[in-house]
């Protein structure tokens, strides 16, 4: 495998040097701070990245306040207990996106952070808090069994704006893990090829000290188009 030292540097040029590069890696995560965060607010951003997937991320953002609107402020007990013409009225609910099997997501996964909060002190933050953070591809294996629509890199960004310490297997950051001599296929999905990413990338957190949020960014950055930083600033949602 490559030194991550020599991918750190591609990187860097390729962003106009180290201190840009620095820019755009975004805050050091903190997992244990993930347990205070409240089940209605993990169920919003568990919803909005839903309902990003396949769409224009900025348009899901602006549309936002009235997500929260149609959906009770996202708190899962009053979702529960809403009865069937309630969901049925929001397929037609022009201040959202009208996604009949996203909406029933919502439905879904109210349960499901419902369910797990009450094994976990009344905080679905606790669980997530509690995972281990060297075994991502353990935790999205559960959300994508447990809740709805949480697989691939929906569980994956779902994560990571929470504040976990995530990291994003994106094409190009698959590329770059490929160029440094990882085997795995071009587009990852298999458990023998997750295991593969999150071997190494635990082994070059113990390596550099460095989050897994930002070796990923790293190694997306190092390879690929190379989109300037205030595209991705715009993309990443830091500008």
């Known amino acids: 495998m490559a030194d991550f030292k020599k991918i750190r540097l591609r990187a860097a040029k390729r962003k106009g040097g180290e201190a840009e590069l620095s820019s755009l890696l975004g805050p050091v995560p903190d997992n244990a701070a993930v347990a205070d965060i409240p089940d209605d607010r993990i169920l919003s951003i568990m919803a909005e990245r839903i309902f990003a997937a396949g769409f224009v991320w900025r348009v899901i953002e602006q549309k936002w306040p009235g997500f929260e609107e149609a959906f009770l402020r996202f708190e899962p007990k009053r979702l529960l207990f809403q009865p069937d013409d309630f969901w049925h009225d929001l397929a037609s ?13 919502v439905r879904d996964n109210a349960a499901f952070v419902e369910r797990v909060s009450k094994e976990h002190g009344g905080f679905f933050g606790h669980f997530l808090a509690d995972w281990p953070a060297d075994d991502q591809v353990g935790l999205l294996a559960y959300l994508g069994k447990h809740g709805s629509r949480l697989g691939g890199n929906t569980g994956q960004y779902f994560l990571r704006w929470l504040g976990w310490d995530a990291f994003v297997i994106s094409a190009d950051m698959a590329a770059a893990l ?10 990852p999905t298999s458990k023998r090829d997750l295991d593969k990413i999150q071997a190494q990338i635990n082994q070059w957190v113990a390596d550099t000290g460095l989050p897994r949020r930002h070796i990923s960014r ?3 950055m190092s ?5 300037s930083p205030q ?8 500008d």
């Not at 609910?93 to 997501?105: C, E, G, H, L, T």
């Not at 490929?178 to 587009?187: Q, V």
């Not at 390879?223 to 989109?227: A, E, F, P, V």
């Not at 595209?231 to 830091?238: I, K």
Request: negative net charge; glycine residues 8%; hydrophobic residues 35%.
């Open 223 to 227: 390879i690929g188009d190379n989109h």
């Open 93 to 105: 609910d022009q201040r959202i996106v009208r996604n009949p099997q996203k909406i029933k997501s």
């Open 231 to 238: 595209s991705l600033r715009e993309y990443m949602g830091d």
């Open 178 to 187: 490929r160029d440094a001599g990882l085997d795995i296929a071009e587009s």
């Open 218 to 220: 790293i190694l997306a």
